[in-house]
């Protein structure tokens, strides 16, 4: 069975502070991992996916198939960067989403 | 280009009653899959239709049921509805049905409220 997990329902950091959102995932076969995001008012949106590897605002994951982990990473936060984050897991990009229960994020000044 | 619509935004039923929601793709998208997001919780998947078939179902009862169009819109429908079903439903669109490789755009959801 697919499973996500994020450990933190709420994550608070400074601005300029290091923010790392944990997502550890189970799946038998090999999974394409993804992070949505949701700011206030807003849809939710893809932020990066590890397919594409690319740094998106600033953000980077790296998928760890040893620790099953695809942890979001951002060397110095941002007040923008408040919002909800969503890890997902799909065996395909276009096909169902396995979303875990996110995790909010408070950057304050 | 237009992005993904949902009607209606808010919605208030009663146990038992039935519901209709309704989802535009984004122009050019010929996928469409729904997603129920229960309070505090991540979206959960539904179904997905692909060229106006069922292209896939999560575990959800067969009182889900959907439609999807020749324009490629979609429509959510829930008989008989129950307490739990209260919750944010949402639509994402996308290109090329479940294997492809493009991303979900999703709209901004309608609230449903079982009383």
């Known amino acids: 069975a697919q499973r996500v997990t994020q450990p933190e329902k709420l994550l608070s950091v400074f601005k300029g502070a290091p923010v790392e959102l944990k997502c550890n995932y189970s799946y038998s076969g090999s999974p394409e991992l993804f992070w949505y995001v949701q700011y206030s008012r807003q849809r939710l949106q893809l932020l990066l996916r590890?397919?594409s590897r690319e740094s998106i605002k600033g953000f980077t994951a790296d998928l760890n198939k040893g620790e099953t982990s695809f942890h979001l990473k951002k060397p110095f936060a941002q007040e923008e960067d408040s919002a909800m984050y969503y890890c997902?897991?799909?065996?395909?990009?276009?096909?169902?989403?396995?979303f875990g229960k996110g995790t909010s994020l408070l950057v304050t000044p | 280009e237009t992005g993904v619509t949902q009607s209606p935004t808010h919605l208030i039923k009663t146990r038992g009653q039935q519901v209709t929601l309704r989802c535009s793709s984004q122009s050019g998208h010929n996928t469409v899959s729904w997603y129920q997001q229960a309070l505090g919780q991540g979206p959960q998947f539904i179904f997905q239709?692909?060229?106006?078939?069922?292209?896939g179902r999560g575990n959800f009862p067969p009182r889900f049921s959907g439609l999807q169009f020749p324009n490629y819109s979609s429509e959510l429908n829930v008989n008989a509805l129950e307490l739990d079903d209260s919750a944010l439903y949402l639509c994402a669109s996308s290109l090329g049905g479940g294997r492809s490789k493009e991303t979900q755009y999703f709209g901004p959801g309608t609230r449903l409220l079982v009383l």
């Open positions: 997902a897991l799909s065996e395909h990009s276009g096909y169902a989403l396995n």
């Open positions: 590890h397919i």
């Open positions: 239709y692909y060229r106006e078939e069922e292209n």
